[in-house]
């Protein structure tokens, strides 16, 4: 079976520095998603981790520790904008599933 | 183009009502996915179609549930006799191929309330 937990809520400064870790246990892997979901908005695509590691991609970073079934997603440099639901998500063995954490609801104050 | 589209926006239900939500994928995106959503949770997978074919349907809930792709692109989501656990947001994703780090790119979801 799948087990992907992660924080409901997170509360951080405009400005500042954010990580929301997401752990899984999966009985099959083939990488893991974070996608970005704005209140009332379909999720959109951040990143994608299948090897151990760091992913840059401007404000944004993941990383991915297969051996301990951790990841983390990194913002930088935070908007108000970035106010949404982040979901960590785990790529099933069989390669037709995604199966989403329940999101950690992120909001920044001025 | 246009992204993935769906339809209708919301729709409501009286319990025991049958109900048809439509995706209509990005042009040529060979994957089709179907999601369940709840308040407050993350996407719940339904099911899975490679061109027409539903590969995958272990994530429907019961058998008041069916989904088809008959031409390989736009795809219906049946509900029939709707109770009110079904209420949700549906969710339907494309990929342009069937490779497992394709991104998937969701549509706008259907929110479906049953009274």
């Known amino acids: 079976g799948q087990n992907i937990d992660q924080p409901t809520e997170m509360t951080a400064t405009e400005g500042a520095i954010v990580q929301i870790n997401c752990t899984y246990q999966?009985?099959?892997?083939?990488?893991l998603f974070w996608y970005q979901q704005h209140a009332g908005e379909a999720p959109t695509f951040l990143s994608y981790?299948?090897?151990?590691g760091l992913e840059e991609k401007g404000r944004f970073s993941s990383f991915l520790s297969r051996s301990k079934g951790y990841s983390y997603l990194l913002l930088k440099e935070l908007q108000m904008k970035d106010s949404a639901s982040y979901l960590c998500?785990?790529?099933?063995?069989?390669?037709?599933?995604?199966?989403f954490g329940s999101g950690t609801r992120l909001s920044i104050r001025p | 183009g246009a992204g993935v589209s769906q339809s209708p926006r919301y729709k409501v239900a009286k319990r025991g009502q049958d109900v048809a939500l439509r995706c209509d994928p990005i042009?040529?995106?060979?994957?089709l996915f179907w999601y369940q959503q709840a308040l407050g949770q993350g996407p719940e997978f339904l099911t899975y179609f490679q061109n027409e074919a539903q590969l995958d349907k272990s994530g429907l809930p019961s058998d008041r549930f069916f989904a088809e792709r008959p031409e390989g692109s736009v795809s219906t989501l049946k509900i029939q006799r709707t109770q009110q656990e079904d209420s949700a947001v549906y969710l339907c994703a494309s990929s342009e191929t069937s490779g497992v780090q394709d991104t998937q790119y969701f549509g706008p979801g259907t929110r479906l309330t049953v009274l």
């Open positions: 042009s040529g995106h060979v994957s």
């Open positions: 998500a785990v790529m099933h063995s069989s390669a037709s599933k995604i199966i």
């Open positions: 981790n299948v090897l151990d």
């Open positions: 999966t009985s099959g892997f083939n990488g």
